[in-house]
């Protein structure tokens, strides 16, 4: 059997990990400042996440929801403390797509409506509802398509106000990254987040921050919506929840009434994710790793800001990207391959960085010094025009 080939793979076998750094089976070390697609919050194979499942392995790895798990409890608790949402509800499941098809169907439970608004160049996942608020017709399969959503330009503000005055009454819920990140890094203006909650709060519709990508602590903040100064009524959270152990949930404002049957998965909150979710919080925590993105994201930009030849340096924390001129396009490329330097990229030309929180200062100073002598290599050595 072949596999169903649907992803674009560049050539390495990728067979250790530690830390912010990764080997190749031929012993060839790199700089992941891609974690894994966002999915490394704590950094490779952290020690006591790694202690942290293998002891839970050895006890129990899965019994299905039917019964009491307190690591879910203990989860939930944790997350309250570490997010500063204390009184919210935690839902798990195991995907960032999954997450977000609960947020919408859960809006749309609470308040019986059905439109959903969402925005030019958003991601939220590639099952049913999640991939129709999706802006990448190249996703969207005709049994996804809907009326139902509507797609207004991201951080237009007067256009938000247009549709809530025309749609206001049947608007079940918006959806919104804080950052967009498959997108290009999209900061969502903290007044428009703002304009955001008082629509849905004047009518009744439900405000979803999908925090896949841009949150647990990506931005500096937990959620990268927390810079708006509001509350949304759903977070929902996949990625850096597990470092690459598969878990997702989304948090429920208390103002939302749980109703058994209405959301439910098989998966979802098992021993063996909740043990490997609380590690990641226990480490955020203990080894302040939001303050380090903070820190280290600042040193990056400043410093990306400084090369003339890259433009529109932009992010939070550590969720960074900039523009690279057409002279440049081989730059991504160059840096994997020159450099050893994992990065990642929004079409048609944005290098997205998305490293472990835990990338150390000396480090984002080695992939400072290699993007300067791979745009060097480039503006001296110009590709031969076609
Ligand atoms: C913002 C956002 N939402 C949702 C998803 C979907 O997550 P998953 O691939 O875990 O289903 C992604 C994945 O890239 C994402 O970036």
């Not at 931005?219 to 990625?239: E, L, P």
């Not at 930009?301 to 440049?328: A, T, W």
């Not at 840096?335 to 480090?363: H, M, Y």
Request: hydrophobic share 40%.
């Amino acid at each position: 059997m072949n596999l169903f080939d649907v992803y674009t793979i560049n050539e390495i076998t990728i067979v250790k990990a530690k830390g912010s750094y990764v080997w190749d089976d031929k012993g060839e070390q790199y700089l992941d400042l891609y974690g894994g697609h966002a999915v490394i919050s704590i950094g490779h194979t952290h020690p006591h996440w790694v202690n942290r499942i293998e002891e839970q392995l050895e006890k129990i790895a899965f019994y299905s929801n039917s019964i009491r798990i307190p690591l879910q409890q203990q989860l939930a608790e944790k997350l309250g403390k570490v997010s500063g949402k204390e009184d919210y509800q935690l839902f798990l499941c195991n995907s960032g797509a999954e997450a977000n098809e609960n947020a919408l169907k859960l809006a749309s439970f609470h308040n019986g409506r059905k439109k959903v608004v969402a925005f030019s160049k958003s991601f939220h996942g590639r099952t049913s509802l999640a991939v129709a608020v999706t802006d990448n017709k190249n996703y969207v399969a005709p049994v996804n398509e809907t009326g139902n959503v509507i797609f207004l330009p991201f951080n237009d503000e007067d256009a938000l106000e247009e549709c809530f005055k025309e749609n206001g009454k049947v608007i079940s819920s918006v959806i919104i990254e804080g950052i967009q990140g498959v997108g290009g890094i999209n900061v969502a203006d903290d007044s428009f987040l703002r304009k955001i909650r008082s629509l849905c709060d004047e009518n009744g519709a439900i405000y979803i921050a999908d925090s896949v990508q841009c949150g647990y602590g990506r931005s500096g903040k937990f959620f990268s919506h927390d810079f708006a100064g509001v509350n949304a009524d759903i977070y929902t959270m996949a990625k850096g929840m597990g470092n690459g152990f598969p878990v997702a949930g989304i948090i429920v404002a208390p103002h939302i009434k749980p109703k058994h049957f209405q959301l439910g998965t098989t998966f979802g909150g098992n021993h063996l994710a909740c043990a490997a979710a609380l590690a990641v919080l226990e480490i955020i925590e203990e080894e302040k790793l939001m303050g380090n993105a903070v820190m280290v994201g600042k040193y990056i930009r400043d410093e990306l800001g400084s090369i003339p030849q890259l433009k529109n340096v932009r992010g939070r924390g550590l969720m960074i990207g900039f523009d690279v001129p057409e002279e440049l396009k081989d730059l991504k490329k160059n840096l994997l391959w020159n450099q050893k330097i994992f990065t990642g990229e929004a079409k048609p030309n944005v290098i997205r960085l998305l490293p472990s929180l835990a990338l150390k200062k000396r480090d984002a100073e080695q992939f400072i010094e290699s993007i300067k002598e791979e745009i060097h290599n480039l503006v001296s050595t110009p590709n031969p025009v076609s």
